[in-house]
Each structure stands twice: as C-alpha cells, then as structure tokens.
C-alpha cells in the first residue's frame, strides 16, 4: 500500500487545459478530428492492460466517450498527444484526481513506443501541475510489469511510495507500484537543470 496518504482537502485541482508545446509535440484537448487515430491506436489490448480505465475492443463509441468524459474535466484533464508539423496523434496524457491527489497519467501508441515521447509529456505535465495547482504532492503509478513506465517515471524525479492495487477494466486486479514528487524535490530538479 502506500506509504503515506495525503490531506487534499484543501488543495485545488482546477487546471485549464491550455495548449502546451514541447520540443516535438503539441499538446491540445482531444477532438473530433482524433477519433479515426485514436480509436486505431487505443484499440490495442497491450496498452489497455496497462491502463486502468481503457477498455478493449476500443471503437468509435468508446472514442466518443472519452472525449465526452474530457470535456466534463471532472476527473482531471487529457491530452491529446500530437507531433508537432504533422498533427499526427500519438496518444495520450493527462492529471486526474484520485483518492490520492492529482496523478499523472498517460500512454502512447505501440507505432509510437521508444522515442521519448511519454517521457517529454509527462515532464509538460508536471510543470504544468506544480505551476498550476498548489499541490505539494503529485503521483504517478505502474504495472509491476511496464518497465517502460517506471523509466518514465524515473526521468521526472519521481519516488517510489509503496505498492497497491489496481482495478484494470481490462486485466482486473493488478499490482502496481505507487510513485511520488514532491513540490521541493521538483523545485530542486528544475533548478539544477538552468545550470
């Protein structure tokens, strides 16, 4: 389980979902014009086992649903993941509130796996998150078994907190291990990078 649970009672979590540009991506709200290449690269049962809320088969009603589910922002915010020229969707990222505080989230299409791409959203994201929110805490978790996640995690300074459960729509139960950033150690990281 994790370590320690977190008092979010009086932490806000309302964060616009501005366009956030990297150095190769562009990332924007999911739109109607993402659901052809969102639903052909969500339609993947290796990315929904890693996931908790992916369902698969993954169509056109499952697309339109999440995007549905985006513009409530009840949950958090998503991103579509584009590249940056090409509008080329490549998956998705986002920060949603769970019962620890604001988590970091997201997955990439299998075409797209092993170019850094999680890893330049994920650190968008959590600048955005710690410049954004007055959060101390934000939290990132993984599959026991997604290596690549954990090393995503790792390049953001992110901490191991414990381990827990995951309910997976897909796989069921699964262990994941429970990460944490602190607002000082990401301070700290984002200092020493300037030099």
Sequence with gaps: ???????????????????????????R?????????????ADNRHIAEMLARMPHPYGEAEGRAFLAMTKSR???????????G??????????????????LGYW????????????EAAHALV??????????VLHASTRVINPASRRVIHKCGFQYAGQGMLNSIVAGQVPVE??????????????????
């Design 1 to 27: 389980m994790v370590a320690e649970a977190e008092d979010t009672d009086d932490e806000s979590y309302a964060i616009d979902c501005p366009v956030l540009v990297t150095e190769r991506l562009v990332m």
């Design 74 to 84: 009840r949950a958090g915010i998503a991103y579509a993941l584009t590249l940056a």
């Design 178 to 195: 429970r990460y944490r950033l602190d607002r000082k150690t990401w301070t700290s990281l984002r200092n020493w990078v300037h030099f």
């Design 108 to 119: 990439i299409g299998e075409p797209y796996w092993k170019k850094g791409y999680a890893t």
């Design 127 to 136: 600048d955005l998150a710690f410049q954004k929110t007055s959060i101390q």
């Design 29 to 41: 709200a999911p739109g109607e014009g993402d659901i052809a290449q969102l639903v052909e690269l």
């Design 86 to 103: 090409t509008d080329t969707f490549v998956g998705c990222a986002g920060l949603n509130t769970t019962d620890r505080g604001l988590e």
